[in-house]
């Protein structure tokens, strides 16, 4: 059973991926960034900390950057951040603005940074680390040509999911196992890059 949230924003438990992400990175933690208002227990990220104790989510009440720094910086090695909605745009900002490193990077579904007016917090260049952006044609928070383009800014592989609303529960995707092998593809990934064994900040200065 999961522990309480503690106050980095992060309810402790083992830190690492666990069976999740074997062969390719079994030691790397994995944290989930949910949107908006959270994911209830129907949500396929609420189903994987199920199935994956071992996953960290990150809490807090207005999706503030510095709670997802904390939580980066609370783990022993840099992670793999599972991002949802508005928790993809928060994330993003947490890697470069504030030069916390991951290991890698699964954005599933983003918010519209302009509907949030946050456009100008987010970075135009290329991630140090390898990600993947998943987005619906029929998402209401964002249209798929802009989530590409976003994809395409940030150097993320760009995945398309056909008339599949905001990939969440309301929209039917269940533990959405497909986002499943996603994930362990990001570890894989990782894992051949070297970023699971990065130094956990990263020099801004290099990637500008």
């Given at each position: 059973?999961?522990?309480?949230?503690?106050?980095?924003?992060?309810?402790?438990?083992?830190?690492?991926?666990?069976?999740?992400?074997?062969?390719?990175?079994?030691?790397?933690?994995?944290?989930?960034?949910?949107?908006?208002?959270?994911?209830?227990?129907?949500?396929?990220?609420?189903?994987?900390?199920?199935?994956?104790?071992?996953?960290?989510?990150?809490?807090?009440?207005?999706?503030?950057?510095?709670?997802?720094?904390?939580?980066?910086?609370?783990?022993?090695?840099?992670?793999?951040?599972?991002?949802?909605?508005?928790?993809?745009?928060?994330?993003?900002?947490?890697?470069?603005?504030?030069?916390?490193?991951?290991?890698?990077?699964?954005?599933?579904?983003p918010a519209d940074p302009e509907?949030?007016?946050?456009?100008?917090?987010?970075?135009?260049?290329?991630?140090?680390?390898?990600?993947?952006?998943?987005?619906?044609?029929?998402?209401?928070?964002?249209?798929?040509?802009?989530?590409?383009?976003?994809a395409a800014a940030w150097g993320?592989?760009?995945?398309?999911?056909?008339?599949?609303?905001?990939?969440?529960?309301?929209?039917?995707?269940?533990?959405?196992?497909?986002?499943?092998?996603?994930?362990?593809?990001?570890?894989?990934?990782?894992?051949?890059?070297?970023t699971v064994r990065a130094r956990?900040?990263?020099?801004?200065?290099?990637?500008?």
């Open positions: 059973m999961a522990s309480p949230p503690s106050r980095s924003g992060t309810r402790r438990i083992r830190r690492d991926g666990g069976r999740a992400l074997y062969p390719f990175a079994p030691r790397t933690p994995v944290l989930v960034v949910p949107g908006l208002n959270d994911s209830g227990p129907r949500h396929w990220q609420s189903m994987w900390q199920a199935q994956h104790p071992s996953f960290l989510r990150v809490v807090q009440d207005k999706f503030a950057t510095p709670a997802i720094a904390d939580a980066v910086d609370a783990c022993n090695a840099p992670p793999i951040v599972v991002a949802h909605s508005f928790g993809c745009l928060a994330t993003v900002h947490a890697v470069l603005q504030r030069g916390r490193m991951l290991a890698g990077v699964l954005l599933v579904a509907r949030f007016a946050f456009a100008a917090q987010l970075p135009s260049r290329r991630l140090p680390i390898p990600g993947t952006l998943v987005a619906s044609t029929n998402d209401p928070w964002i249209k798929f040509v802009k989530a590409g383009a976003l993320s592989r760009f995945v398309g999911c056909v008339d599949g609303g905001h990939i969440n529960a309301e929209s039917g995707h269940g533990a959405w196992p497909a986002g499943m092998a996603l994930l362990r593809d990001v570890a894989e990934r990782a894992a051949a890059a070297g956990p900040h990263i020099d801004l200065r290099q990637h500008a």
